[in-house]
C-alpha cells in the first residue's frame, strides 16, 4: 500500500494544529473586524467610502484564515505549543510601562512625571527584552541605545512630533 493511499484511507484530520488555530483566528479576527465596520459606508471605485478598506481587509483576512485552516488538513506541520506567559507579560507590560513613562501620571497622591523618550525608550526594550531567554544585557543595553537614538532623530526632528525627550534634564 503506497503512502497516498494510507493518507486516502485516514481521511480528514488535522495534520499541524498550529496552522488550523492560526486560520481559526484569522477567521474570527476578520469577522469582529467586519461587524465593526457594518456601518461605515463602502462607497464605490470612484469615490471610496470609509468602509472599503476595514471590509476589504478584513475579507482578505478571512479568506487567508480559511486557505490556513484548510491547509492544516493536507500539510504536515508544527503541533500547538502552550504559551509563553512570560512573554504575554514583559511584551504587554512593556507597553503599558511605555506609556506611563512618555508623558507621566497621577494616581491619588502619587505624581510621576513625564519621563520623556530618553528614560521610556530603553526602559520598555529592556523590559519587554526580558520576555526571550536567549537575550544577553549587554545585546538588550545596546539594542536600546540605538533604538532609542533612532526614534528620537524619527520621530522628534523627521516628523516633527511633539514627543518630549527629556523634560526633567533638558526641558525638550
Known amino acids: 500500500m503506497s503512502l497516498n493511499q494510507i493518507e486516502r484511507a485516514q481521511g480528514l484530520r488535522v495534520r499541524s494544529t498550529q496552522d488550523l488555530w492560526a486560520g481559526v483566528f ?3 479576527f476578520a469577522g469582529v473586524a467586519v461587524i465593526m ?4 459606508p463602502m462607497g464605490s471605485l ?19 484564515g480559511v486557505v490556513l485552516a484548510l491547509s492544516s488538513l493536507r500539510f504536515h506541520g508544527e503541533a500547538l505549543t502552550p504559551w509563553s506567559w512570560r512573554a504575554v507579560v514583559h511584551v504587554l507590560g512593556g507597553t503599558v510601562l511605555f506609556a506611563l513613562a ?3 501620571f497621577d494616581l491619588g497622591p502619587i505624581h510621576v512625571p513625564s519621563l520623556g ?3 521610556a525608550g530603553p526602559l520598555v526594550v529592556l523590559f519587554s527584552g526580558m520576555a526571550a531567554s536567549d537575550r544577553s544585557l549587554k545585546e538588550l543595553v545596546i539594542f ?3 533604538m532609542t537614538f533612532g526614534c528620537a532623530l524619527l520621530f522628534k526632528y523627521g516628523l516633527g512630533l511633539p514627543i518630549p525627550l527629556a523634560p526633567w534634564l533638558l526641558g525638550i
Open 26 to 28: 484569522m477567521i474570527v
Open 37 to 40: 465596520a457594518w456601518d461605515l
Open 46 to 64: 470612484r469615490q471610496i467610502g470609509a468602509g472599503m478598506l476595514p471590509k476589504s481587509i478584513a475579507t482578505i483576512c478571512g479568506a487567508l
Open 102 to 104: 512618555i508623558r507621566g
Open 117 to 119: 523618550l530618553v528614560i
Open 144 to 146: 536600546a541605545a540605538v
